[in-house]
T-cell receptor, first 112, second 112 residues
Framework: DAMVIQNPRYQVTQFGKPVTLSCSQT?????MYWYQQKSSQAPKLLFH???????NEADTPDNFQSRRPNTSFCFLDIRSPGLGDAAMYLC???????????FGPGTRLTVT | KQEVTQIPAALSVPEGENLVLNCSFT??????LQWFRQDPGKGLTSLLL?????REQTSGRLNASLDKSSGRSTLYIAASQPGDSATYLC???????????FGKGITLSVRP
C-alpha cells in the first residue's frame, strides 16, 4: 500500500544533542511537509518542500532544518534540541499544494 | 490570515447517537477544507476533503459540509460507535499556496 512512513516512531535525545527524524513516501507526491504538534494543540507547519523548493515558515526557529535528497525522502534536523522541542513531529505529503494531505504516524520526540 | 476554531473542545455521547462536529474559519476565500481523525499518540488520518467548489462530501457514515459564506464546516457522524472515539481536526487551506491552518480539534468520546 502507498503510504507515508516515519522513523523512528519514538526518539529520545539529550538536551543540546543533534537529532534527525526521517520521513519517506511511496505516493510519489511532489510536496512534503513537516509539522510540530504539542500536547492538546493544533499541528503547526514548520516548512514544506515543493519538489526541491524549500519553503520555511517565518516563525520556524533556526534550530530546525530540513533536507530532501530525493522525491521519496525528507529529513528534519534539530541542531540543538531544547526541552521545549519535545513534541510529536508529523510528516505529510500531497500531490500538489492544493490537494489532499496524507500524514505519517508521527515521531514522538522526548528531550531529557 | 486564516483562523480555524472548533468548539467545544470535548464531546461525550452515547453509542448510536447521530452527532455534528462544528468548525468555523475566518477567511471565506478558502481553497479547500479537510477533516482528520487523530487517535491518541498517533498521526492524522484524512477523513474527507471538500474543495471550495463543493458543498459536501460523504464517506460511509461520515458527511462533511462546507458553507463558505458563513465560514462554517460540519462533520456529521451517523450512528456513532465506541470506535469513533478520537480527536477530530478540521483544517482549511487558503489561496494557491494552500498551507493548512488547523483547529485544535474536538475530542469525541462515544460511550457504550
Amino acid at each position: 500500500d502507498a503510504m507515508v512512513i516515519q522513523n523512528p516512531r519514538y526518539q529520545v535525545t539529550q538536551f543540546g544533542k543533534p537529532v534527525t527524524l526521517s520521513c519517506s513516501q511511496t505516493l510519489n507526491h511532489n510536496v512534503m511537509y513537516w509539522y510540530q504538534q504539542k500536547s492538546s494543540q493544533a499541528p503547526k507547519l514548520l516548512f514544506h518542500y515543493y519538489d526541491k523548493d524549500f519553503n520555511n515558515e517565518a516563525d520556524t526557529p533556526d534550530n530546525f532544518q530540513s533536507r530532501r535528497p530525493n522525491t521519496s525522502f525528507c529529513f528534519l534536523d534539530i541542531r540543538s534540541p531544547g526541552l521545549g522541542d519535545a513534541a510529536m513531529y508529523l510528516c505529510a505529503t500531497s500531490r500538489e499544494q492544493t490537494y489532499e494531505q496524507y500524514f505519517g504516524p508521527g515521531t514522538r520526540l522526548t528531550v531529557t | 490570515k486564516q483562523e480555524v476554531t472548533q468548539i467545544p473542545a470535548a464531546l461525550s455521547v452515547p453509542e448510536g447517537e447521530n452527532l455534528v462536529l462544528n468548525c468555523s474559519f475566518t477567511d471565506s476565500a478558502i481553497y479547500n477544507l479537510q477533516w482528520f481523525r487523530q487517535d491518541p499518540g498517533k498521526g492524522l488520518t484524512s477523513l474527507l476533503l471538500i474543495q471550495s467548489s463543493q458543498r459536501e462530501q460523504t464517506s460511509g457514515r461520515l458527511n462533511a459540509s462546507l458553507d463558505k459564506s458563513s465560514g462554517r464546516s460540519t462533520l456529521y457522524i451517523a450512528a456513532s460507535q465506541p470506535g469513533d472515539s478520537a480527536t477530530y481536526l478540521c483544517a482549511g487551506a487558503s489561496g494557491a499556496n494552500s498551507k493548512l491552518t488547523f483547529g485544535k480539534g474536538i475530542t469525541l468520546s462515544v460511550r457504550p
